[in-house]
């Protein structure tokens, strides 16, 4: 299909990894997103990944892209209340100007 | 504060009533985007306008109408809309020239919350 799907909420305990999941459609598709939406507030990127990587290691986070699949993941380890938002899987098509985003995934973290 | 800003942030109005939004980024992008963000849907890009010219129109109806003046300004006019346009709308800007660049980060602004009665 056309859309970028992934699952629409995720809670988890503080302290403990969050991991959110995301499949994209275009397998030339060259750069994967992760945005972060906080309440009230517009998207703000919060990691990358380029299409020829597997794996991006940023502090707490940890991106690992699956080509074959087309599948994308984001781990947030040790997750804090201050990581309750909505995050957005989004990838970047040939063209230019061509962002295809999720639905987001709305992470409760519970204390 | 990423450097978009957009008025207003929450509108309500009638079906026909005529509105604009307005969205301005001060970080020089060449860029700027419409999106309309609902409950439990993907994102949805409505407008793209590079160097000031429209580059993307996805089928969105013409009761939304945008305006892009210069590189730093964004306008979308509403006119006799439907409840089902009631969402949010966000702008969003990036660096991108003609033919947009492969990594193309967007910085969005907070949105304005229409609601259509």
């Known amino acids: 299909g056309e859309d970028v799907e992934q699952s629409l909420f995720l809670s988890v305990r503080e302290g403990d990894s969050s991991v959110i999941n995301c499949t994209y459609t275009d397998s030339s598709s060259t750069y994967l997103y992760w945005y972060k939406q906080e309440p009230g507030a517009g998207l703000q990127l919060l990691t990358y990944i380029f299409s020829n990587m597997d794996m991006k290691q940023d502090q707490r986070l940890t991106v690992l892209l699956n080509k074959k699949d087309k599948h994308l993941s984001l781990r947030i380890a040790d997750t804090q209340t201050g990581d309750s938002a909505i995050y957005f899987c989004?990838?970047?098509?040939?063209?230019?100007?061509?962002?295809?985003f999720g639905a987001g995934t709305r992470l409760f973290v519970k204390a | 504060e990423t450097g978009v800003t957009q008025t207003p942030r929450h509108l309500v109005m009638g079906m026909t009533n005529k509105k604009s939004l307005k969205c301005e980024q001060h970080l020089g992008h060449n860029a700027m985007y419409w999106y309309k963000q609902s409950a439990k849907k993907p994102l949805e890009l409505m407008f793209v306008?590079?160097?000031?010219?429209?580059?993307e129109n996805n089928s969105v109806p013409s009761r939304f109408s945008p305006e892009c003046p210069n590189s730093s300004h964004l306008f979308l006019h509403l006119h006799t809309l439907q409840p089902e346009d009631s969402a949010l709308y966000l702008c969003a800007s990036s660096q991108g020239g003609k033919g947009g660049l492969s990594y193309n980060e967007q910085f969005f602004g907070p949105g304005t919350r229409l609601t259509v009665l």
């Open positions: 989004a990838e970047e098509r040939t063209g230019g100007f061509k962002t295809i």
């Open positions: 306008y590079s160097l000031e010219e429209r580059v």
